[in-house]
């Protein structure tokens, strides 16, 4: 009985296949913590407690708006004086999918800041099962990441989501002590518009919106089932609902929800901690956990 309720929490938790994943791969056993909804964490789920904030200088990004089928080239630095840092990336859609395409520079084109202190390439692209693609550089002495994206070819896509994660280590080998970076960048397609449902705004519409109103104030003197029925006129009359983007129904469709959980059952970033043990002090208290690296 005992086995049974251990197997049913581990489940609970993770993806079983990711504990046959290395312990030091993605710095927690196959999960990389972006803080997009392909896995829900950031890198503070297990780093933190750093003196300072770990700064990222992001350049090359289509900030008017990507243009479809186009090509941008992403560009992060950070200090050379941080010894011990991790940083991932990923362009995801609304459900945390990889959108787009991604490639690293070639070999020839590669600065000095791009590579670990070997000498060798220090980006590395990684595709995963749930439709994830990131980028991800270790602990190894670099302080640049460049990689080129080209934006999807259709622009019906929508909004799209550039999550960077990186932690800068203390070099003891644990995960306290660590400065954590967390951004989310919202891309936008040219020409987008924000579309939904709103009060109504116009001569045309407020009409309506008086009219339900009558409706309603008649129906008082009338049966139960005639006010249900004119209820449900009035409702669709002042919603002034425009059209809904295909990109946009999926969405609907998965509501975001808060709930406000006791906190012996928020179990997630303990987990997470025992996640990471026994990758932390390979890669000098960066490489450790959080898939930082």
């Keep these: ?3 049974m309720v251990f197997v049913l929490a581990a489940l609970a938790y993770s993806n079983p296949k990711l504990f046959d994943a290395p312990a030091h791969e993605g710095g927690g056993a196959g999960r990389y913590y972006t803080g997009s909804r392909g896995d829900g964490y950031g890198c503070d789920a297990c ?4 003196a300072k904030d770990f700064a990222l200088e992001v350049e090359g990004l289509p900030l008017g708006g990507w243009a479809a089928g186009a090509t941008y080239t992403l560009d992060i630095a950070w200090s050379p ?13 609304g459900d945390g999918r990889a959108v787009g395409s991604l490639s690293l520079p070639p070999e020839d084109l590669l600065t000095p800041p791009e590579l670990c202190g070997s000498g060798n390439r220090a980006a590395k692209q990684v595709e995963l099962e749930d439709e994830r693609v990131l980028l991800t550089i270790g602990d190894c002495g670099a302080h640049r990441l460049r990689a080129q994206w ?9 909004p799209i ?3 960077i994660a990186a932690v800068a280590g203390d070099g003891s080998g644990d995960a306290s002590g660590d400065s954590v970076a967390l951004e989310n960048r919202e891309l936008r397609p040219l020409g ?3 579309q939904g449902c709103q009060i109504a705004d116009t001569p045309e519409r407020g009409r309506w919106g008086l009219l339900a109103l009558g409706l309603l104030g008649l129906a008082g003197l009338r049966r139960r089932s005639t006010l249900a029925a004119v209820a449900v006129v009035a409702a669709l009359s002042a919603s002034a609902c425009v059209n809904v983007q295909p990109y946009e129904r999926g969405r ?3 509501p975001d929800m808060e709930l406000e959980l006791d906190a012996d059952l928020m179990a997630g970033p ?6 990471r043990e026994g990758s932390a002090g390979a890669l000098g208290g960066a490489g450790g956990g959080c898939g930082c690296n």
């Design 150 to 158: 080209q934006a999807p070819d259709e622009a019906s896509v929508g």
């Design 161 to 163: 989501n550039l999550h």
């Design 81 to 93: 004086t941080i010894e011990h840092a991790s940083v991932l990336a990923e362009f995801t859609d």
């Design 252 to 254: 609907l469709a998965q």
């Design 270 to 275: 303990h987990h997470a901690v025992e996640y």
């Design 192 to 194: 987008y518009a924000e």
């Design 1 to 3: 009985m005992n086995a």
């Design 47 to 50: 780093h933190g407690g750093g």
